[in-house]
């Protein structure tokens, strides 16, 4: 079964602190891997798209890496502030399946100052 | 702006009684999907639409139905509401179902309790 798994499931940092969410997936073969941002009662936004061709991809202070052969993907976050306090989610695209979003559960960052 | 639109953003309903989830994009993307979240999953995907009139079942279909009269608009609707369908659903669109890096977007939530 296609999976797509995060870790931590929960996170609280200081403000201006970095921080490494990390995303495993058993989707194969897969088009792309994607980072959503979900602030509490909101939609998830796009952060990154990456290929599986593409190792890393930034958006800001924050950094996707992959590692489409032990399928491994990162999410790094530089100097964090309050607002980055949401859920980060990690989206696997099944090309097998016409593009279907595999969404993992999410890591909850929360950000203190 | 390009924006979905979902009403209404919250609903409390009783067991049984149809109700309609309207579902609006404005970028004139052909794919369109309906999601429910619940805590500790991932967003699961109810149905979702390649076009206008065409409609296919996702990973929890059961107990919802869809329509695609307009390449716009893609309404959820629950026919006999239970209590298990309390849920934050989202509807979300991207240009084509078909190019892989397409960029997804989501509308605001709706956040349903059936008592």
């Known amino acids: 079964k296609n999976q797509v798994e995060q870790s931590p499931q929960s996170l609280i940092i200081l403000e201006g602190k970095n921080c490494t969410l990390q995303?495993?997936?058993?989707?194969?073969?897969?088009?792309?891997l994607r980072w959503y941002k979900q602030d509490t009662g909101r939609g998830p936004v796009s952060l990154t798209i990456?290929?599986?061709?593409?190792n890393t991809k930034s958006n800001g202070r924050y950094t996707a890496t992959l590692d489409a052969d032990t399928k491994q993907s990162s999410l790094h976050i530089t100097a964090s502030q309050l607002s980055d306090s949401a859920s980060y989610i990690c989206?696997?695209?099944?090309?097998?399946?016409?593009?279907?979003?595999?969404f993992g559960a999410g890591t909850i960052l929360r950000v203190k100052s | 702006e390009a924006q979905v639109t979902q009403n209404p953003r919250y609903l409390i309903t009783v067991t049984g009684k149809k109700l309609t989830v309207t579902c609006s994009q404005n970028?004139?993307?052909?794919?369109m999907s309906w999601y429910r979240q619940d805590p500790g999953l991932g967003l699961r995907q109810i149905y979702y639409?390649?076009?206008?009139?065409?409609?296919d079942k996702g990973d929890v279909p059961e107990g919802y139905k869809v329509s695609r009269k307009e390449k716009r608009n893609f309404p959820l609707i629950l026919e006999s509401p239970s209590p298990n369908q309390t849920s934050l659903y989202f509807c979300?669109?991207?240009?084509?179902?078909?190019?892989?890096?397409?960029?997804?977007?989501f509308g605001p939530g709706t956040r349903l309790t059936v008592l």
């Open positions: 970028m004139n993307h052909e794919y």
């Open positions: 995303c495993n997936y058993t989707v194969s073969p897969f088009s792309n």
């Open positions: 989206v696997v695209s099944a090309r097998e399946y016409g593009n279907k979003l595999v």
């Open positions: 639409s390649m076009n206008v009139e065409v409609t």
């Open positions: 990456m290929t599986f061709s593409e």
């Open positions: 979300a669109s991207r240009s084509t179902g078909r190019a892989s890096t397409d960029t997804q977007y």
